[in-house]
């Protein structure tokens, strides 16, 4: 079946029907494309219109390209959460149907820098706990977390394998996150957290930095988590100003 002419560029239409295609499972996860030769000929475009619609796809990461070997079909993420929500990595799993586990890695107690003494309104030298973590999904690795917070928040019977920092906060130390300040951004191969989450080496991360705050606007805790994009989606809910 050719692609039917309208009124967009031909390179839309290609993505519009190849996402069909993966939807309707011609075209499965994980799975590897037809060469572009192949592709374009079934489709009826030029080669240089499918590399279009290609890239287009790599960019929405629906495929994804590894170099001498092939194009594949991306696996679609577990987990979808819009980043307005401020939800835990623990429940984020439950909430898929998953059980949440935790690899302890590190811990270390270290001395407030500048930029700590920035972010938490302390003093500069002030002990601060650093907490290296990996969050597995029935057992599969999915979130490389640091989570840097204040010692004093933290009674001497915290467990480092505890699931939910927000939950032993909320029932152990009476601190009750209400909201974050949060910048997410997207990285690729990542020398030391990549491996840790059995990523492929095309597998991008996407990087979730958050500062959390009580309902009395004090600094809580500091957390950055390393996503595996292929597992996790985020959207934000915008709505329009009229002026």
């Not at 050719?2 to 011609?26: A, C, F, M, N, P």
């Not at 959460?81 to 909430?95: D, H, P, R």
Request: glycine residues 4%; aromatic residues 10%.
């Amino acid at each position: 079946m050719l692609i039917k002419s309208d009124t967009r560029h031909l390179y839309l239409q290609v993505v519009d029907r190849l996402k069909k295609d993966i939807e309707l499972g011609i075209y499965k996860e994980k799975e590897k494309f037809p060469s572009e030769f192949e592709l374009a000929k079934t489709l009826g475009v030029s080669r240089a219109t499918l590399r279009e619609a290609l890239r287009t796809l790599e960019e929405e990461n629906v495929i994804v390209r590894r170099h001498g070997v092939g194009t594949f079909v991306n696996c679609k993420p577990l987990f979808n959460s819009g980043i307005e929500q401020l939800n835990s990595v623990t429940n984020m799993i439950k909430q898929a149907g998953m059980n949440p586990g935790t690899i302890f890695l590190s811990s270390n107690t270290m001395f407030a820098t500048e930029e700590d003494s920035t972010r938490f309104s302390a003093l500069q030298g002030d002990e601060l706990l650093v907490i290296e973590r990996v969050r597995t999904a029935n057992g599969e690795p999915v979130v490389y977390c640091i989570d840097k917070l204040p010692q004093k928040f933290l009674p001497e019977r915290f467990s480092y394998d505890q699931e939910s920092i927000f939950q032993f906060l909320e029932s152990d130390s009476q601190r009750h996150i209400t909201y974050a300040v949060a910048q997410i951004e997207p990285i690729g191969y990542h020398d030391k957290v990549s491996p840790i989450l059995q990523c492929e080496p095309e597998t991008a991360l996407l990087v979730l930095k958050q500062m959390h705050y009580d309902e009395k606007d004090e600094p809580i805790l500091y957390s950055v988590n390393y996503f595996r994009s292929d597992k996790f989606s985020f959207q934000v809910l915008r709505k329009r100003i009229y002026s």
